[in-house]
């Protein structure tokens, strides 16, 4: 990494506001080679930055009413302010940053609903880092550093798709990532109809285990496979990946499936096919119910009155075990659609 000289100007102030995002495709191949397929959502997460003449961090959160003095040198205390002190410990470390900051932040995104505040609040504060600075990264380089700080600093093991999404995602379309070779192609997303997002009430968090024990479920797959990017493999290893013992076995195949399903979905969304986009979220759905074992009861009865009410598809989005679900739904049909979705279950919110 280029060793730099940040700005030394304590009235030198930058914003940065970054998006959410929802993934309408493609969920946990991220960190097994595969394809996904998120967007933008329209909320986000504005961060304020100046140096100070200190050696701390002065965090403030308009957001949690909470301000945070913090030393530069990290240690997780299991506070929000760690992920904004995880992102200067972690330029410090590399010779990118020193002394001390004032950081604000607000933001609307609702956390632990499974739409990236994570990502979007460290990616926020690296691309204002790199505006006070010198170093002249792209943003996939933000996005990798972001994965990286999730990671090690804050013990997320967590792959690289929403890093990327909110780094180099834009309004009106979708981000279609290739996660083995992070090659990226913006699709439009379907004229006439909405992606809407709605977040069950069901909170969850990726740093309470199940996401981990998923992680570790494909990584035995992997080895017992010989195959390090099992939503690539090949027939022959499909079928020895079939006969693994449960729960590998089903867990390699959602792999296989889901990537592919994506491949299709991009197809679909390149053509205006909203019907083959919206048969292929309702795969992906059953597929994360059944093979990944990572939705909830009160969600997957969610999904199905989503479809039953119009959606030409609709299916968990994130990460899983509560959080949002994402539905295709015709516009003519959408505030009809909402109306009935709010009614079966009051305590939908409509992001
Ligand atoms: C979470 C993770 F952070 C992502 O890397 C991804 O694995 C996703 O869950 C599931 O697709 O958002």
Request: with cysteine; aromatic share 6%; hydrophobic share 40%.
């Amino acid at each position: 990494m280029v060793m730099t000289k940040q700005k030394e100007r304590t009235d030198y102030r930058t914003v940065q506001t970054v998006p959410g995002r929802v993934n309408i495709i493609g969920e946990h191949t991220d960190y097994n080679g595969g394809a996904v397929l998120p967007a933008l959502v329209n909320r986000s997460i504005t961060v304020t930055v100046s140096l100070n003449a200190g050696e701390r961090l002065c965090i403030h959160s308009s957001t949690f009413g909470e301000t945070k003095n913090r030393p530069t040198r990290f240690s997780r205390d299991g506070h929000w302010s760690d992920y904004v002190a995880a992102v200067f410990a972690f330029l410090s470390d590399n010779g990118l940053f020193s002394g001390g900051a004032d950081i604000s932040l607000e933001s609307d995104i609702p956390a632990g609903t499974g739409l990236s505040s994570s990502a979007a609040l460290l990616v926020a504060c690296l691309k204002a880092a790199r505006d006070l600075s010198v170093f002249d990264v792209s943003d996939k380089t933000i996005a990798l550093w972001a994965q990286q700080i999730e990671n090690k600093f804050l013990g997320v093991p967590c792959g690289i798709m929403d890093q990327m999404a909110v780094a180099l995602g834009e309004p009106g379309n979708a981000l279609f990532l290739d996660t083995r070779t992070l090659q990226v192609e913006q699709v439009p997303l379907p004229d006439g109809h909405t992606i809407a997002v709605c977040h069950s009430g069901i909170q969850r968090r990726l740093d309470e285990g199940r996401y981990a024990i998923r992680r570790a479920e494909c990584e035995e797959g992997k080895k017992l496979l010989g195959e390090p990017n099992p939503c690539l493999m090949g027939d022959e290893t499909f079928e020895r990946a079939l006969a693994l013992a449960t729960p590998i076995n089903r867990r390699m195949r959602h792999q296989r499936t889901e990537h592919i399903r994506v491949l299709k979905a991009v197809d679909a969304m390149r053509a205006g096919d909203v019907d083959t986009l919206g048969r292929l979220m309702d795969e992906s759905h059953v597929s994360m119910r059944d093979d990944f074992e990572i939705t909830h009861p009160v969600l997957d009865g969610m999904v199905l009155r989503a479809r039953q009410h119009g959606a030409l598809g609709s299916r968990m989005t994130g990460g899983g075990f509560g959080g949002c679900f994402v539905s295709l739904v015709p516009d003519n049909i959408f505030p009809r659609w909402q109306q009935l979705m709010n009614d079966d279950f009051p305590q939908i919110t409509l992001i």
